[in-house]
């Protein structure tokens, strides 16, 4: 029997790849390319249905997956736009809950207030992979990205919160507002101070103990599930406790990891994340069986009709909205118009457009008891759960897929004076380079003279130092830089490769172990890595 779940295991991650490769090549993001896979193999006939296992996704797969998030995020660049990220985070989550609950329950029969906060809250939170894959390789000015992935951070707490308050308003029948807004609070602070607490006590483990790599790396891995389970446990929230733990750790993780540790856990954890991703989404469309057979009480018209409705106002509300955060600060505040850019209509079109439902609103939906305290039937779950279903499949299709023409047709400039990528680059060079000229030059003079290999580490810091003021120069001067600078990267490439065949054919000479031979083609990995960076 283990046997063959092994096999089908095997068999789902090749196909999985397989269409993630597929997906590359017609130049469609990986995400609405598996959604779309996962709902045509869904209907194949004979194909079991599978069931997405809530716990699965909320413990699993989702301390993971914002911890990543939260490691690569700029904690500079976060705070510098918290405003707007907390506006949609918190703001525009808390809107779209009530607009769906007014507009649900006065077009859906039988949906009460309490269930339509709860519709609302599973459909408030943009998922934050479909948007960062979907917009990668597209030029989006920085001040919007930053803002999409910040928001994406937070977002699911605060849906997730909603989502909690509104299904115990339908379990009990009762709800409080002054209590909810205290309980919301004390969640969100909590949740906060238990992952900074995680955090430090973990990072100051990883500082002290004498381990490995290996160890370090297991380590990283282990750290959002305690952030996550033990904020659970103590009923704050888990997604912010996570979030705030993987930000502080990354801000600080020169401190206590080293660079082997560094290397090998980017590297590992890049491969987990995109495994947890492509799962994720097509396993999304693979939900659509147990989405159908669950509809009894509504058409699947009506259930495609109210979908359209309820998904058209979530989008023209979060168009509103971030139209209204964009401009609204600026009539008030002289220091904003002073000191921030006119963000023009472009970009609060593009926010706007951007946002597609995920994973996390299929988990909450399906989180949904089938049964209430008293023992009676949850009322309506067949609807949420469908409506919930059709708007993830029509956000992240119909907008991923259109959204490349859309930017094209935006045509977005980028409005913070910004220096190029390559510049900052050169910069930052120079200045290492010349603070460990510096101290070579103050602190070992003696070796210099007497060493001839302390000699030759400081004419190479020489060398390079003028050969990043050359390539200053040439960014500076020549119109066609770019290009001067691909051609010295091919080159450079093709160099390697060159080193790559004579490391090659040393290796069948007895004269060299294997163990040296695999060091310096780890060099040359390195090597070009610094040329073409670490593509994943």
């Known amino acids: 029997m283990i046997h063959d779940y092994l096999l089908i295991s095997i068999g789902v991650v090749i196909a999985v790849m397989l269409l993630v490769i597929l997906g590359q090549r017609l130049k ?95 459909n408030s939170p943009p998922d934050a992979v479909a948007a960062t894959s979907v917009l990668k390789h597209m030029k989006i000015p920085k001040r919007d990205i930053t803002i999409l992935e910040g928001e994406s951070l937070v977002n699911d707490a605060s849906s997730l919160i909603v989502f909690k308050f509104a299904l115990a308003a339908v379990m009990t029948g009762q709800f409080v507002w002054y209590h909810a807004l205290k309980d919301l609070l004390i ?21 002290r103990i004498r381990s490995n790599s290996n160890i370090d790396t297991v380590l990283t891995l282990v750290v959002p599930y305690v952030m996550y389970i033990v904020a659970e446990r103590l009923h704050f929230s888990g997604v912010l406790a996570v979030v705030a733990g993987g930000l502080m750790m990354s801000y600080h ?4 990891l080293s660079h082997t540790t560094r290397i090998q856990a980017v590297n590992v954890w890049s491969t987990l994340i995109f495994l947890i991703n492509a799962f994720i989404f097509i396993l999304i469309g693979l939900e659509m069986p147990v989405v159908v057979q669950g509809m009894k009480n509504y058409s699947i018209a009506d259930g495609i009709k109210y979908a359209v409705i309820l998904g058209g106002i979530i989008v023209a509300t979060r168009i509103a909205w971030c139209y209204l955060i964009a401009f609204a600060p600026r009539w008030f505040s002289k220091k ?28 909450s939906a399906l989180a949904i008891p089938l049964l209430l305290p008293s023992g009676e039937a949850f009322p309506h779950r067949d609807i949420l759960l469908f409506v919930t279903f059709v708007i993830i499949v029509l956000t992240l299709v119909g907008q991923g897929l259109l959204l490349p023409l859309f930017i094209k047709w935006l045509n977005i400039k980028e409005i913070d004076e910004v220096l190029p990528r390559e510049k900052q680059e050169v910069l930052i060079q120079a200045s290492l380079k010349h603070a460990a000229l510096t101290a070579i030059n103050s ?10 290999l302390v000699n030759h580490q400081k004419r190479k810091l020489e060398t390079d130092l003028e050969l990043l003021s050359n390539k200053l120069q040439c960014i500076a001067t020549s119109a066609h830089h770019a290009e001067v600078a691909t051609v010295n990267k091919d080159i450079a490439r093709e160099l390697i ?21 695999r060091s310096q083609e780890m060099q040359l990995d390195l090597e070009e890595a610094k040329i073409t960076g670490f593509e994943h």
């Open 28 to 122: 469609v993001a990986y995400p609405i390319f598996l959604v779309i896979a996962g709902l045509l193999i869904s209907l194949t006939p004979g194909m079991p249905v599978l069931q997405i296992n809530p716990d699965i996704v909320f413990l699993i797969f989702l301390p993971p997956i914002l911890f990543e998030a939260a490691w690569f995020t700029s904690w500079k660049d976060f705070w510098k736009w918290r405003r707007p990220i907390f506006l949609l985070a918190f703001g525009l989550v808390f809107l779209t809950a009530l607009v769906v609950a007014l507009a649900s329950s006065a077009l859906i029969p039988g949906i009460t207030l309490a269930l339509g906060f709860l519709l609302g809250g599973i």
């Open 187 to 207: 969640m969100a602070s909590g949740g906060i101070l238990v992952g900074l607490a995680v955090g430090f006590l973990f990072a100051g483990l990883l500082n």
């Open 253 to 256: 993780s020169h401190c206590f």
């Open 336 to 363: 904003i118009r002073r000191t921030e850019p006119n963000p023009g209509w472009r970009a609060p079109l593009l926010m706007s457009f951007a946002a597609m439902r995920g994973v996390v609103s299929l988990a």
């Open 443 to 452: 602190n070992y003079q003696q070796q210099v003279a007497q060493n001839s």
């Open 497 to 517: 490769q060159v080193q790559r065949h004579q490391l090659l054919r040393l290796r069948h000479e007895q004269q060299f172990e294997d163990a040296v031979i």
